[in-house]
């Protein structure tokens, strides 16, 4: 591992778990300081060392935001298929919610939910993975944000750390889970895997062929926001988690990448643009921790308190972000062996 790229790497291990668990308030651990450290010693090599992996392994191939997309969404059937296994999982952890997202679009075929699978691997894409290396690449200079951070010595490490708490969530569910998938439910979702992983590879993303100006970074956060919080509101306002409720979910999520992908093709679409929509993206999480019943016995004074100072911690990220672009007023153009 350089020291040039330990600051940002150590940034982006700490931050993918937060946004990964601890922004959305659901847990038991949510306004318990102690919990919420101690969770970090298998939530930083989960969450922390994925979402730094993708980053080096498509930033080593000379790769750049298609690739780490297919390479979150691998990790997003990984983690809820063969790691903690709640895609299969009819009763996981007891979760009284998880019921009612899941049966209404059941595939008995599969043995799971579409419209629970749906999040699980959408909210891992975003938030665990995409979102965090969006947010720390803005922190870096503009020929960093496009190179590997680790060394081959670091990222064995961070390989090492990550099949360590891999098995470890496994075990544990071994151990407090009566439910174990079967074996065509753990091969279709290690197939899905590979395939991604191959996809990733094989995709190659377009030249910047569009001369029209991008639309102004705040601009780009708002439509993310906007379109990203239709699914979250219809599931509080209307309970909306079928098969209609899959399709506006679908929808939505394919209208934003379209959305995106055609911006990003302008020539002057800037890491202030993927900041603003990765931290949009974030925002709708953190909103939604206020509306969100925390598992277990969680007061409402703990509640808020956690969703305020996640809230606030998020915001002051982004704004520091922002003004260390401006400050630096490169255009964040890839170079065209590097496309980002």
Not at 131 to 153: K, Q
Not at 303 to 314: T, Y
Request: net charge positive; with cysteine.
């Amino acid at each position: 591992m350089s020291l040039r790229g330990l600051p940002p790497a150590l940034g982006l291990l700490v931050l993918a778990p937060l946004c990964a668990e601890y922004l959305s308030g659901y847990d038991t651990s949510t306004g318990n300081p102690a919990e919420l450290l101690g969770g970090l010693f298998v939530f930083v090599p989960l969450y922390g060392a994925a979402a730094l992996l993708i980053r080096e392994a498509a930033r080593r191939a000379g790769r750049g935001w298609p690739t780490m997309i297919l390479l979150a969404a691998a990790f997003g059937v990984l983690q809820p298929g063969l790691i903690d296994q709640a895609m299969f999982n009819p009763s996981y952890r007891d979760i009284d919610f998880l019921g009612p997202m899941l049966t209404p679009t059941y595939i008995p075929q599969l043995g799971l939910g579409a419209y629970l699978s749906l999040h699980w691997i959408a909210g891992h894409v975003i938030f665990s993975i995409c979102a965090p290396i969006a947010i720390v690449e803005s922190f870096v200079r503009p020929e960093r944000r496009t190179t590997p951070w680790l060394g081959w010595f670091g990222t064995l490490v961070t390989a090492a750390a990550f099949a360590g708490a891999a098995l470890f969530v496994v075990q544990w569910h071994l151990e407090t889970e009566d439910f174990v998938p079967s074996t065509g439910q753990l091969a279709g979702a290690g197939a899905v895997v590979l395939a991604l992983i191959a996809a990733a590879f094989a995709v190659r993303p377009g030249a910047r062929a569009d001369r029209r100006p991008a639309p102004r970074p705040w601009l780009v956060g708002v439509v993310t926001f906007v379109i990203m919080m239709i699914s979250p509101v219809l599931e509080w306002t209307t309970s909306l988690v079928d098969w209609t409720g899959f399709a506006v979910y679908a929808g939505r999520l394919a209208v934003l990448a379209a959305v995106l992908a055609m911006w990003s093709r302008r020539a002057d679409w800037s890491q202030s643009h993927r900041l603003a929509a990765a931290g949009a993206a974030l925002l709708t999480s953190a909103v939604g921790a206020f509306v969100t019943e925390p598992l277990g016995d969680v007061s409402p004074a703990a509640k808020l308190g956690h969703n305020i100072a996640f809230a606030f911690g998020l915001a002051v990220l982004i704004v520091l972000a922002r003004i260390l672009l401006a400050r630096k007023k490169a255009p964040c153009l890839p170079p065209p062996t590097r496309p980002s």
